[in-house]
């Protein structure tokens, strides 16, 4: 049974075990399977200017093991569309305080795709909307491959907040993903989870829509 655990600064100290195995698999994926040369590390791990303590991580575990995750940064602090890819936006980069950042979002290879119902990528977007409700988020903002918007329309409200952009020999455009409670409630109806999904281990645990 995969669960999602919330991990932010006040809680880290319990997962600090998971974090080299995690930028590990970032490295892995983005920079090894998916050729992203400007982030090579000699160390083999990806770590950049936004895995600062304003970073929420969302971290998929199957019975203690890292299978996927993502990372949430607040607008108001620098993130990766406003500080490396904002020509992605016709009016500029959101700055608000309810509007978070998406990155990183990844499943490791071998647990990718329909072999497994609900498959990790759906419960990882779902935690990732139960995640910004709980919050009183109402958007968040995403730089993406363009071919990434067909499986996020399956899940989510997407807005375009520019035209494609080609880096590093592929399309790419940022978007914004509505946050309400309807969309956790028809997540979890057409992809079959079963209520809550987030483990908030060490921290205060907000309120979430029923299921």
Known sequence: MIQIHVVHRDNRRLYDYLFDEYFRLRYEIYVKER???ALERPDGRDIDQFDTDAATYLLALDANRLVGGLRVVPTTHPTLMSDVFPQLTLRGPIRRHDVCELTRIFVIKERRGEQA????EHIILCAAMEYGVAHQLSQYTIVMEAWWIRLQ???WRITPLGLPV???GAPTVGVTADV???????LRAKRGI???ILV???LDRPALPAA
């Open 35 to 37: 050729g992203w040369k």
């Open 117 to 120: 119902q609900p498959r990790v």
């Open 153 to 155: 329309e399956q899940c």
């Open 166 to 168: 080609d880096i590093d």
């Open 180 to 186: 309400n409670s309807e969309t956790v409630t028809a």
């Open 194 to 196: 079963e209520g809550p």
């Open 200 to 202: 908030w281990r060490g």
